[in-house]
């Protein structure tokens, strides 16, 4: 199933969420309007303000409270990603030039900055305190992951439970915002708000292990970014913890970490596709897809529901 027929319940609200993010740009200085506008362009495939919508579909769907919050998650999501660009001084995003390699690090990181005060300012239109305070918790959390990876570079002492509270913190965090917001804003019962937990939670954890995979299976023109730049970063992910794991006494990991060669990029990549290392990535990523579509069959029987299903067997077969 493609995304456009995943999102068919709730599209014409997405498009929505897009005319919201564009008209933030609409502000009286010129400079800082040409700037957001290259930000808020595009939701990229909008998944984060698409669960916030599909998960308010079970119950009393209301797009007055609704609307902003799927904004506001995208406003954050879109944030971190100007912020981590500026920080690993990544040169292109989504197939475009980053707004630190246009306008400098200084730039992005108060872009940042304006986005995540955006986002603060659209999840408060909520008028729901526990949602506002789940926020901030968020962001908090985010945060932290951010910080643990930044330390963390090029260190090779990290297990996969670092790996899994790391990949949580950063982007797991974030789908389980928006699943449960949508819960809770349309009022849907505690133990169902349980359940939207832990579907975004476990979601989330399957599309950053996903991701992963892709950095380097995947190409330069169909990541918008280079292929191994997470290793190049010196982020340790699932493939390379598996093949350190695999030739523990002498591998490119290691050496690229204790060396700073990137020629060992190269062959850490092929030596892991020339493996078994990428079907046991997903197969770990298959496994949290189950465990969030465990309890959805509590929800209500509804066109929403076989979205959340669909999604999540979408994150493993195609990547997202």
């Known amino acids: 199933m493609e995304l456009r027929q995943i ?45 916030t919508l599909l998960s308010g579909k079970s119950y009393k769907y209301n797009l007055t409270y609704l609307l902003p919050m799927a904004v506001s998650v995208e406003l954050m999501h879109t944030a971190t990603l100007v912020h981590d660009d500026a920080i690993d001084k990544a040169l292109t995003r989504r197939g475009q030039a980053t707004i630190n390699s246009i306008w400098g690090d200084e730039i992005a990181i108060l872009m940042g ?32 992951g951010e910080i643990g990876q930044f330390r963390g570079a090029f260190n090779l002492d990290q297990n996969r439970e670092n790996y899994f509270h790391r990949i949580y913190s950063k982007t797991a965090s974030l789908f389980s915002l928006s699943t449960q917001s949508g819960a809770i804003l349309s009022k849907a019962p505690e133990e169902l708000v349980t359940v939207m937990k832990e579907y975004g939670d476990n979601l989330g954890i399957a599309f950053q292990i996903v991701d992963d995979i892709l950095d380097i299976t995947s190409t330069k023109e169909a990541m918008g970014k280079p292929v191994g730049s997470d290793l190049t970063q010196g982020t340790l992910t699932l493939p390379a913890m598996l093949l350190m794991e695999r030739y523990p006494d002498d591998n490119p990991v290691e ?39 465990k309890n959805l069959n509590l929800l209500p029987d509804t066109v929403s529901r076989q979205s959340l299903y669909a999604l999540a067997d979408y994150v493993v077969k195609q990547g997202i």
């Open 7 to 51: 999102y068919a319940p709730v599209q014409q609200d997405l498009n929505k969420v897009q005319d919201t993010l564009k008209s933030i740009s609409h502000i009286d200085f010129a400079w800082l309007s040409e700037q957001l506008s290259y930000v808020v362009k595009e939701i990229g495939k909008g998944i984060r303000p698409a669960l």
């Open 255 to 293: 050496r690229l970490f204790e060396t700073g060669d990137k020629s060992n990029v190269a062959q850490a990549i092929d030596m892991v596709l020339n493996s078994t290392i990428i079907d046991e990535c997903y197969k770990t990523a298959s496994e949290y897809c189950k465990r969030a579509c």
């Open 113 to 144: 900055d304006y986005l995540f005060a955006k986002a603060g300012e659209s999840v408060s239109d909520t008028q729901t305190p526990r949602v506002i305070k789940l926020f901030s918790q968020t962001l908090a959390t985010i945060s932290s």
